[in-house]
């Protein structure tokens, strides 16, 4: 069982940056791959980023390539988003994700999940 809370959401201006962590607690939590995912308002939830446990090996989703930044400290047991050039159509609820699985961005394979953090990007 692993439990994740996530930090750092909040309001800023387009161009501007927000960090993002994620705090997991648990069993060998350092042994799972992490991923944040997002939700807009009525959209369906999509994946944004992923870091493996078995060497960090990084995922992103097109629309935040060369924008967004996760990394992963395991001995602190965070990953942590930073994301910068953020645009309004950034807006939303970011969720901390975690998975055994090692190379997957699939929503549906992250088995364990945080409450959220909101992420405002006003134009």
């Known amino acids: 069982q692993v439990q994740l809370v996530e930090s750092g959401g909040g309001l800023v201006q387009a161009g501007g940056s927000l960090r993002l962590s994620c705090a997991a607690s648990?069993?060998?939590?350092?042994?799972?791959?992490m991923g944040w995912f997002r939700q807009a308002p009525g959209k369906e939830r999509e994946f944004v980023a992923a870091?493996?446990?078995?060497?960090?090996?990084?995922y992103y989703a097109d629309s935040v390539k060369g924008r967004f930044t996760i990394s992963r400290d395991d001995a602190k047991n965070t990953a942590d988003l930073q994301m910068n050039s953020l645009r309004p159509e950034d807006t939303a609820v970011y969720y901390c994700?975690?998975?055994?699985?090692?190379?997957?961005?699939?929503?549906?394979?992250?088995?364990?999940w945080g409450q959220g953090t909101q992420v405002t990007v006003s134009s």
């Open positions: 870091i493996t446990w078995t060497g960090g090996r990084t």
């Open positions: 648990g069993r060998s939590s350092s042994a799972y791959t």
């Open positions: 994700a975690a998975t055994r699985e090692v190379h997957t961005t699939a929503e549906t394979r992250f088995d364990y």
